[in-house]
């Protein structure tokens, strides 16, 4: 029983070590994929609406504290989620509600937000 509480202690100290690491998945490289003048040009007319002031749960822009938890999915689910769209933790509409955005744009728009956290 000793064995089996210490396991679950260790894996739960690494899980939370994880979890506390703001950037685990999220790297330079990833960011590099993207075209970041692109991005907040896409961001200013596109997502700025609801990322700047946190409507409908929205990561604010710039706020490390609500991008934490997000930036431990990586950029790809990021980037999947944007596109798709969710409503798990709020509200994010497909490509922010703008459907004439290409999945570059979006992608490009969500570096520019995560480079604001880094």
């Known amino acids: 029983m000793r064995r089996l ?8 100290a690494a899980v939370l ?3 506390l690491d703001a950037h685990a998945g999220v ?8 075209d970041l003048a692109n991005g907040k040009s896409v961001y200013d007319a596109s997502c700025a609406a ?11 822009t710039g706020d490390k504290a609500s991008w934490t938890a997000r930036l431990g999915q990586g950029m790809e ?3 999947q989620k944007s596109i798709n769209g969710y409503t798990a933790e709020g ?4 490509r922010g509600g703008n459907a004439d955005l ?15 956290v880094l």
């Open 50 to 60: 609801c990322h700047a002031n946190g409507i409908l749960q929205a990561p604010k």
């Open 91 to 94: 509200s994010m509409p497909a």
């Open 5 to 12: 509480i210490s396991a679950l202690t260790l894996c739960a």
């Open 102 to 116: 290409t999945d570059k744009q979006v992608g490009d728009a969500v570096a520019f937000m995560v480079k604001q």
């Open 17 to 19: 070590s994880f979890g």
């Open 27 to 34: 790297t330079a490289e990833d960011l590099a994929k993207y």
């Open 77 to 79: 689910t990021l980037v």
